[in-house]
């Protein structure tokens, strides 16, 4: 079961409302999804991200299928009843982790080859093995194989990596993914706008659930990473999610949404939670910093999370310092507040018809900081 309407959309730019149906329940767009890599968000259980009012994780294919390995989650069950979690899941092909091994993979046409990071065990990865994983993890939306290209890359690297990927996602088409399982094909060819062009042709003609943005944030300028995104968002299809992979800074989400995106994801609020980088609406603040040492007052005296509700810089710092084990709780419950307050905003204002208005304040409180 999947589904996706188009809810609204604003008058006065790209932005727009959606509603995606799963098995596990409703997900209201443009959403940001925090990242549960191994079957968990670092630091809050899944009753904790149910009372931040998070509809949906990611999980990481890769690390899965490594361990504890795909088959022995299905017969546990499924992942959803393997990481007690009741709401929709979305996992990823793995293929970016894969490529991010540098001199451990070997692509082919048939897919890639790669040492296990973890015990340098030989494993050769298929897209049609991504598609048997993600089955049998279960989750509501699945991703295809890719190959996401680095930068800069040249443009006949950046060709042939697209015409492996638009093979491989006829392939991952074929062999199709679990029942009632999404299946999202991922729009690639660096930043090349023609590339994108075929890419998005490409995909739309296989016909995907929802059609993806990789190769992005992986070092281009941000300017240019803008203009590929409002280039190529509005050659796909508008009854279709469209989802921004990899993408998380604040300001990401803002000019995101205002080009027509509804997917985001990023370890970002929670990687840097545990490294004491914490989210307000004038900025990021640095918990370490000495300025904190006898604050009594909240990370953001404007949120309302149970963080800042409860606990003052001063301690959180001392938390941090110290490396105390609540320091990872509190700070994840904050910034995820804080991640998950920003989207409901954002939506207000699209619902509104006010988004450019929304857009403004956003920055101008942040130039405050």
């Known amino acids: 079961m999947f589904s996706f309407s188009l809810e609204h959309q604003e008058k006065n730019s790209q932005a727009r409302l959606g509603l995606i149906r799963t098995a596990h329940g409703e997900i209201r767009t443009p959403v940001f999804m925090p990242v549960g890599t191994q079957g968990t968000v670092k630091a809050l259980t899944p009753e904790d991200l149910v009372s931040l009012e998070v509809p949906i994780i990611l999980a990481n294919t890769y690390h899965l299928y490594l361990r504890p390995g795909h088959d022995r989650i299905r017969r546990l069950g499924g992942l959803?009843?393997?990481?007690?979690?009741?709401?929709?899941?979305?996992?990823?092909?793995?293929?970016?982790?894969?490529?991010?091994?540098?001199?451990?993979?070997?692509?082919?046409?048939?897919?890639?080859?790669?040492?296990?990071?973890?015990?340098?065990?030989?494993?050769?990865?298929?897209?049609?093995?991504?598609?048997?994983?993600?089955?049998?993890?279960?989750?509501?939306?699945?991703?295809?194989?890719?190959e996401c290209p680095p930068y800069p890359a040249t443009y006949e690297y950046a060709c042939s990596s697209l015409e492996?990927?638009?093979?491989?996602?006829?392939?991952?088409?074929?062999?199709?993914?679990?029942?009632?399982?999404?299946?999202?094909?991922?729009?690639?060819?660096?930043?090349?706008?023609?590339?994108?062009?075929?890419?998005?042709?490409?995909?739309?003609?296989?016909?995907?659930?929802?059609?993806?943005?990789?190769?992005?944030?992986?070092?281009?300028?941000?300017?240019?990473?803008?203009?590929?995104?409002?280039?190529?968002?509005?050659?796909?299809?508008?009854?279709?999610?469209?989802?921004?992979?990899?993408?998380?800074?604040?300001?990401?989400?803002?000019?995101?949404?205002?080009?027509?995106?509804?997917?985001?994801?990023?370890?970002?609020?929670?990687?840097?939670?545990?490294n004491g980088m914490l989210f307000t609406r004038r900025g990021e603040i640095s918990i370490k910093n000495?300025?904190?040492?006898?604050?009594?007052?909240?990370?953001?005296?404007?949120?309302?999370?149970?963080?800042?509700?409860n606990y003052s810089r001063a301690y959180l710092r001392h938390l941090y310092l110290a490396k105390e084990l609540l320091s990872y709780r509190l700070h994840t419950w904050h910034n995820l507040y804080y991640f998950m307050e920003l989207m409901q905003e954002i939506r207000q204002a699209v619902a509104n018809d006010r988004f450019e208005d929304f857009k403004t304040t956003f920055y101008l409180q942040r130039k405050e900081s």
């Open 80 to 146: 959803h009843r393997f990481m007690h979690w009741d709401r929709p899941l979305l996992t990823d092909s793995g293929g970016y982790q894969v490529f991010s091994l540098g001199a451990l993979r070997k692509i082919t046409p048939e897919g890639v080859s790669f040492r296990s990071h973890l015990d340098g065990s030989s494993h050769f990865l298929t897209p049609e093995l991504a598609m048997e994983i993600q089955a049998a993890l279960g989750s509501d939306i699945a991703m295809c194989l890719d």
């Open 164 to 274: 492996l990927t638009l093979n491989w996602a006829r392939r991952c088409r074929q062999a199709r993914a679990g029942e009632g399982q999404a299946l999202f094909g991922i729009v690639q060819g660096g930043v090349f706008p023609d590339l994108r062009r075929e890419s998005a042709a490409a995909l739309r003609e296989i016909g995907f659930d929802g059609y993806a943005l990789g190769g992005l944030s992986v070092g281009e300028p941000p300017e240019e990473r803008l203009e590929t995104i409002a280039r190529t968002l509005p050659l796909l299809p508008a009854d279709r999610p469209r989802y921004l992979m990899g993408l998380g800074t604040p300001e990401d989400l803002v000019e995101g949404v205002e080009r027509g995106a509804d997917m985001f994801d990023c370890v970002l609020p929670t990687r840097n939670a545990r």
């Open 290 to 309: 000495a300025a904190y040492a006898e604050d009594p007052g909240p990370i953001d005296p404007e949120c309302g999370c149970y963080t800042c509700r």
